[in-house]
């Protein structure tokens, strides 16, 4: 063998077992998931490399966006709310009746995402299309550039700006029929949100849905029965979700190894831990196998520094329940190989035990990030049409 075919050899093995991940059985198209996710390392490393540098990484991610453009049944705009960036959908036909809305929240770990993203693109396009429905598509600062509570106070300028009675006639929108949507980070965004508006007395108007899909609500125990079955599991690995909550509230590192460890709530705030003890709101099946240790606590200096992990803006399973009754009816989507997944099913229990209507859809076959991929993959387009009638049926 020369040896060239002898490098050829090599590299193709090199490639394949980057490429190859172990999956599930039950995974469709696990080829095609696999370079998907070895798609989606790089594109980490490139990212890390680029920050190492100094070199913005939107440079990278631009190639994401795509420009607010009008088709044959949508009407695409970029506008402010509040000062805050939003591109809005709008059904091109006109009609003598007020329309549903949806106020959508990009997720990405409070550190990357975009409305413009061709993936929150085709989601608003098919929202304002399917639904006859207006769709408001909210981006927020980012971290590290910014930490929490700006992006929460962001998404908030934005939904209270809409909320008002002159935009929403402006937008032709009926204030009975108003859903507030989030998917990952976007989906702790919108349950915050939704708890903080129930308290709001400036706010008359207040939303009918709110739906959470594969939510981030906890920022307090990071050793639940998901993060310890799927900690490397594609697309959102234990790690990389470490790094997404720590950097919502800092760029110190301290922080972000005391979350690894799941070392960082103080003996002081042992009392929420009430809200988020999967070992008594997790649905039996998800507990078969794990048992449930009591929290080793961190220096109470993390929390003096860095409240913000133990604040319900950030964190909303920490309500409490005279909280959790006033909310509405409330869509959660979880995914079976997600790190996050208990956070959505924890959240599921409480609400339901507070009198709260909770429609569960529990997608038994798929990652984090089922419906930002319904271009490629057969089970997010079906997971996508099921959520799209829901959201017909029931907004």
Request: aromatic share 12%.
């Amino acid at each position: 063998m020369g040896k060239k075919s002898l490098y050829l050899v090599i590299s193709c093995v090199l490639l394949a077992s980057f490429v190859y991940a172990p999956l599930p059985d039950n995974i469709e198209q696990p080829w095609k998931l696999m370079m998907t996710w070895a798609t989606m390392r790089v594109q980490i490393h490139l990212l890390r490399l680029l920050d190492t540098l100094g070199v913005p990484s939107s440079v990278l991610l631009y190639l994401y966006e795509v420009p607010p453009t009008s088709d044959a049944n949508v009407i695409v705009t970029d506008t402010l709310f509040n000062k805050v960036p939003v591109r809005v959908f709008e059904p091109k036909q006109k009609l003598s009746t007020m329309r549903r809305a949806v106020f959508y929240i990009h997720g990405g770990g409070w550190t990357l995402g975009d409305a413009a993203w061709y993936p929150y693109d085709d989601l608003g396009r098919q929202m304002a299309d399917k639904l006859d429905a207006v769709v408001i598509s909210t981006n927020y600062r980012l971290s590290p550039q910014y930490h929490f509570p700006t992006q929460f106070e962001d998404v908030y300028d934005a939904l209270r700006w809409f909320l008002r009675k002159n935009v929403l006639a402006e937008y032709g929108v009926d204030p009975t029929r108003i859903c507030i949507a989030g998917d990952s980070a976007g989906g702790n965004l919108a349950a915050a949100a939704t708890q903080q508006l129930l308290d709001d007395p400036e706010v008359q108007i207040k939303v009918k849905i709110q739906s959470l899909i594969y939510p981030a609500l906890q920022a307090l125990d990071m050793d639940l029965p998901s993060y310890r079955e799927n900690a490397h599991m594609p697309i959102l690995r234990k790690t990389e979700m470490v790094v997404f909550w720590s950097t919502y509230f800092t760029s110190d590192k301290a922080l972000e190894e005391a979350m690894l460890a799941n070392q960082h709530t103080p003996v002081e705030s042992s009392h929420l831990f009430q809200f988020v003890n999967w070992s008594t709101l997790l649905p039996e099946r998800f507990k078969k196998g794990h048992l449930y240790t009591n929290p080793i606590h961190g220096p109470s200096d993390l929390a003096t520094k860095y409240p913000g992990f133990l604040d319900v803006r950030a964190s909303p399973l920490l309500a409490d329940d005279s909280k959790l009754q006033g909310l509405p009816l409330t869509h959660i989507l979880t995914c079976q190989y997600d790190v996050l997944r208990d956070d959505g099913l924890m959240y599921a229990s409480r609400l339901r035990a507070a009198g709260v209507q909770v429609a569960h859809e529990h997608v038994e076959d798929w990652f984090h990030g089922v419906l930002s991929f319904a271009r490629y993959f057969r089970a997010s387009h079906r997971e996508l049409r099921k959520y799209l009638k829901w959201l017909e049926e029931n907004l």
